[in-house]
């Protein structure tokens, strides 16, 4: 008697497991204890309150160097600038956040490769003055028109320039590292990607059209980073305040030097060198990478 059974081959058997174990990494990532993200997340905010601006700095073929003002908190024991953001905000888990000052936020942010809104840049290069991009190029095309049209187009969605809307620091290093083993960064929703290191946002605050609203912190803080200098406008002419865009740019950890708290008597504090934690209190985020 002739079997009509088929027998899958070995490819198409290694393609499954393969898919089993990224859906496995991905339920796992998105089922984290976010209490222990809170906790952890909670001793950055508590340094980065203490400074007046973050110095991040990029490595190896990374050429980001950008300096990010704060907001003043005039009441420390109960403001922060930073919120922490835990799975009753979105999952994953794993960042803390704030709308920058624009005034002072001035320098070069720079990524060799990432997906954004599915579309890839290499070698993506923006300048920032005083919070607004004032030059920009990437090296998709030979041509450097054909480099900024692709921005403008798709980055810029046509506006002459854009603030920065968001500064954060990802905390999710499992959700990293999971993405580097097996090859799907690229394929990741922002939701995730936004965890996998320090990103900035340009456009739109978090908070766009709900500045004016009170946001507090678990441990009870208001969060008064809600607003730049654009968004303020809105007072006046909402038309000049909001762009009706918001788009991350991750940095990884593997192009990470360092990002640091600069306080006002001109000391730092280390928050992340060579790609990993150094802040004490956070030491938990570099279990992922082994």
Known sequence: MTSTATRSSPTRCRRSIRATKNFCEIVKINTLDYEKYQRIQQ?????LDEGVSVHVLGKGENRTDLRVMLHHLNDPAKETN?????????????EVF???????????????????????????????????I??????????????????????LYHHRTLPIGEFAIGT?????????????????????????????????????WAEDSP????????VIARENEVSAKRKEDPS????????DITIPYRELQS??????DGTTIPLIEDGRFVLPGTEELNEPFG
């Open 43 to 47: 001793y950055l905010i508590d340094a």
């Open 82 to 94: 930073f919120e922490n953001c835990v799975a009753d905000c979105n999952i994953p888990v794993g």
């Open 98 to 132: 704030t709308s920058p000052s624009l005034t002072g936020t001035t320098g070069v942010l720079h990524v060799t490769g990432v997906y954004l809104n599915e579309l890839y840049y290499r070698d993506l290069c923006l300048t920032l003055t005083d919070g607004m």
């Open 134 to 155: 004032t030059a920009y190029d990437c090296a998709n095309f030979e041509k450097e028109e054909d480099n900024r049209t692709y921005i403008e187009e798709n980055l």
């Open 172 to 208: 999710n290093t499992m959700a990293y590292v999971m993405a580097e083993q097996y090859g799907i960064a690229g394929k990741l929703p922002i939701l995730i990607a936004e965890k996998m290191g320090p990103h900035f946002a340009i456009g739109d605050t978090c908070y766009a």
């Open 215 to 222: 946001m507090y912190n678990p441990d009870g803080k208001e």
């Open 240 to 247: 000049k305040a909001y762009f009706g865009c918001h788009t």
């Open 259 to 264: 990002v640091a708290v600069e306080k006002a």
